[in-house]
């Protein structure tokens, strides 16, 4: 089974400040997808990023963006100039190509301070 | 265009009751998910419908929870009898089968107190 594991609970920086989050996950299969997601206080998810691991290239969202170390198994995002607006829960996520199911971490609580 | 719509948003109920949660998809989705998430456990995938058919229902905890979908733009989530540890945001998301891999929209979730 596919594990997703974010280790950092909360982080807090100061608006404008560039911020890392961090995700491993743990999966026997070659083909597959990964995400942010982003929960804020009105509790809906949506989608930040995606980065296919087939692709060498780093996926990349205006300020968002992800250091994709596939023999790592790590899967960062790097928000830079934050913004009080990227105040949020953040979810990395997994899912095998082909299937439907998406495999959540346990989430990281960023706060942008003004 | 409307998103994904889920009422109740909250819901405060006793044990033993009956507790129904509803969702609209977005319109030309194919694809429906009904997500739990907790403090302990985080966002737990309960079940997933594809052209209104449950493909994979093995997150269902247990026989109390059952899910439905009668047509592309409903579903329901029903919990009988609910106990306190079925307190959680019941998430739905929706999603067109086939498209963007992994592009769900969630609605704004259900949250379910149980006394």
């Known amino acids: 089974a596919q594990t997703v594991t974010q280790s950092q609970p909360e982080m807090s920086v100061q608006e404008a400040e560039t911020v890392t989050l961090s995700c491993t996950y743990d999966?026997?299969?070659?083909?597959?997808?990964l995400f942010w997601y982003k929960q804020p206080p009105s509790r809906q998810m949506i989608l930040v990023i995606r980065?296919?691991?087939?692709?060498?290239q780093n996926a990349t969202e205006n300020r968002f963006s992800v250091n994709f170390q596939k023999a790592a198994k790590s899967f960062s995002l790097k928000i830079s100039d934050s913004q009080l607006g990227d105040t949020a829960m953040y979810f990395c996520?997994?899912?095998?190509?082909?299937?439907?199911?998406?495999?959540f971490g346990q989430g990281t609580r960023l706060t942008i301070n003004p | 265009d409307a998103g994904v719509i889920q009422s109740p948003r909250h819901e405060v109920t006793e044990m033993g009751q009956e507790v129904t949660l509803r969702c609209k998809p977005i319109?030309?989705?194919?694809?429906l998910f009904w997500y739990r998430q907790t403090m302990m456990r985080g966002l737990e995938l309960l079940i997933y419908?594809?052209?209104?058919?449950?493909?994979?229902d093995s997150g269902m905890p247990e026989d109390r929870f059952s899910a439905k979908m009668p047509n592309a733009s409903f579903s329901t989530l029903k919990i009988q009898p609910s106990e306190p540890r079925d307190s959680a945001v019941y998430f739905c998301?929706?999603?067109?089968?086939?498209?963007?891999?992994?592009?769900?929209?969630f609605g704004e979730g259900s949250r379910l107190t149980v006394l």
């Open positions: 998301a929706s999603s067109f089968f086939g498209g963007f891999a992994g592009e769900l929209f």
């Open positions: 419908f594809n052209n209104n058919v449950p493909i994979d």
């Open positions: 319109s030309g989705h194919n694809s």
């Open positions: 996520a997994f899912m095998l190509q082909g299937a439907q199911k998406l495999v």
């Open positions: 999966t026997s299969e070659s083909n597959y997808y």
């Open positions: 980065q296919e691991a087939y692709k060498q």
